[in-house]
């Protein structure tokens, strides 16, 4: 597969090549001890990297997604929900560029522009997950600003947010109209984080509920107006299934790579193993679960690029490869024996995450009702839709 990226694109990808390095150093230790790879974090502000989605009028990159899809491989291929803790910052800068009213506004994105502070996307709920629409955690105004009431789920990085950006409803049951998007910070009083989930693994995305009891903010803290919000949040959508597709195709690499690695040193029977058909074959049928991943993976950003949406696109992207890499990391690790079991050999993690990015940005149900919605649009006068 052959793509091509400007020389502007080019610098950005070498530019994380330190990213993906620092990450390295530190994936494991981050997941075993809960906490953040700030390291990594650093090592991406140094590189020049933050608002890789925001304008370059605004101060950021532009970048098209397939630039940001490749980026997400290679964060992948070292620790998948590492990879994830780098993606909501930009989504929401890049919502505060284009949406942001306010001079504070211009402000913060400033600030978030240049790693002095952090942010993250704040938009599930316990009892709200891939239907948005339904949010309850409310804003009602008041002669100050805005005061906020709910619980939110699911939030990556959460007890080291410095500004959370939240959605929430401005009007109970009005479903999108009332759903906007305000910047709360993490020192608001009434604003408490839960401990991080018990989770399969993944603990280095540090994901928690968040707490919003009687919280009061100025009225400039709100940056996406009621009617907006949802389309804000789900404009994000699209880009965040493919680049959980491009990290399951890096962690699906590594895994390949891993269990070849080992196969053609591992003696038995006076040879090495990977003159086993039957092991190669398993071996071959990854290989091809991990080709096509990337040809739907880069597809879908291709489309997104070209048009702005790829709802389609993403789904089967994001289907398909954790799909594949959930199946392609078991094979890895079963040619291995029971040392694919060693967490030093690194594949128990990049599992764990795997099993975890299935369900996350949508589980495959999901992924199935926006494939199979494409499918019917043609037939709806047929079916009485």
Not at 9 to 20: F, I, M, P, S, Y
Not at 50 to 61: A, E, M, Q, R, V
Not at 135 to 161: F, H
Not at 283 to 310: I, K, N
Request: proline fraction near 4%.
């Amino acid at each position: 597969m052959s793509m091509s990226f400007s020389q502007d694109e080019q610098r950005l990808l070498e530019a994380n090549d330190c990213v993906v390095a620092a990450l390295a150093g530190v994936a494991a230790e981050c997941d075993r001890d809960r906490c953040p790879p700030r390291e990594a974090w650093t090592a991406y502000v140094a590189a020049g990297l933050k608002g890789l989605l925001t304008p370059k009028d605004k101060g950021g990159h532009a970048a098209r997604a397939a630039v940001m899809t490749r980026m997400s491989e290679a964060l992948g291929a070292v620790d998948p929900i590492g990879a994830i803790t780098f993606l909501p910052q930009e989504y929401c800068i890049a919502a505060i560029a284009q949406f942001g009213q306010h001079a504070w506004h211009d402000e913060i994105r400033a600030t978030l522009l240049a790693g002095a502070k952090t942010t993250g996307f704040v938009l599930t709920e316990p009892g709200a997950g891939s239907d948005a629409a339904r949010i309850t955690t409310l804003a009602s105004r008041t002669s100050e600003g805005w005061r906020i009431d709910g619980v939110k789920a699911w939030v990556t990085n959460a007890p080291y947010i410095d500004e959370y950006f939240v959605f929430v409803q401005t009007e109970a049951g009005s479903g999108a109209a009332g759903i906007a998007g305000f910047l709360v910070p993490r020192d608001a009083p009434g604003l408490t984080v839960s401990a991080p989930y018990e989770l399969l693994g993944g603990h280095i995305g540090n994901i928690c509920d968040l707490h919003l009891d009687d919280v009061r903010i100025a009225p400039e803290r709100l940056v996406v107006p009621p009617g907006m919000g949802l389309r804000a949040a789900l404009s994000a959508i699209d880009l965040a299934r493919i680049n959980v597709a491009a990290m399951c195709c890096g962690a699906l690499a590594t895994g390949l790579a891993v269990a070849l690695d080992y196969t053609t040193q591992r003696h038995a029977f006076g040879r090495p193993i990977a003159q086993f058909q039957g092991l190669q074959w398993q071996l071959a049928e990854v290989a091809t679960d991990l080709h096509a991943s990337r040809l739907m993976t880069y597809d879908a950003a291709d489309a997104l690029d070209q048009s702005g949406r790829a709802s389609v696109e993403a789904a089967h992207a994001k289907k398909f490869a954790t799909r594949a890499a959930l199946r392609g990391l078991d094979v890895c690790m079963s040619q291995m024996g029971a040392n694919g079991l060693k967490r030093d050999c690194g594949l128990p993690r990049l599992f764990e995450h795997v099993k975890i990015a299935h369900s996350l940005d949508g589980t495959t149900d999901i992924q199935n009702v926006v494939i199979s919605r494409a499918l019917l649009a043609p037939y709806r006068e047929r079916l009485g839709a």
